[in-house]
């Protein structure tokens, strides 16, 4: 890896490219609490009763915590991963998987 990183173009391997759309994920993650406060009032005024809620907004604390997770993320970026899914929501970028030798050598 010293040898690697040694070289004249080892600069470029550290340079991190891959980058989330984190304007994206925050209108995501406003829009998904917005979701959640709509149904509170819907709630609250008797349009909805709390099952139909329950129900809507089954998914909604997961998927907000998801995209909160990948925004969280994307500022650790790790240059010395390769581009992948985060696992988290399955869309942004955020490096998860190791470099193989082959990059390093």
Known sequence: M?????RPDAAE??????????????????AKRARLGQL????????????????ASARLPAD???????????????VLSLPGMCGRCGRCSTPTVSAPSSTLC
Request: proline residues 2%; contains cysteine; glycine residues 4%.
């Open 2 to 6: 010293v040898s690697r990183l040694s």
């Open 13 to 30: 391997v550290l340079i991190d490219t891959v980058r989330p759309d984190v304007a994206a994920q925050r209108s995501e993650a406003a």
């Open 40 to 55: 509170a009032d819907l709630l609250a005024d008797g349009t909805l009763t709390r099952e139909a809620v329950r129900t």
């Open 64 to 78: 907000l915590a998801d995209v909160e997770a990948c925004m969280a993320d994307s500022g650790r970026a790790d």
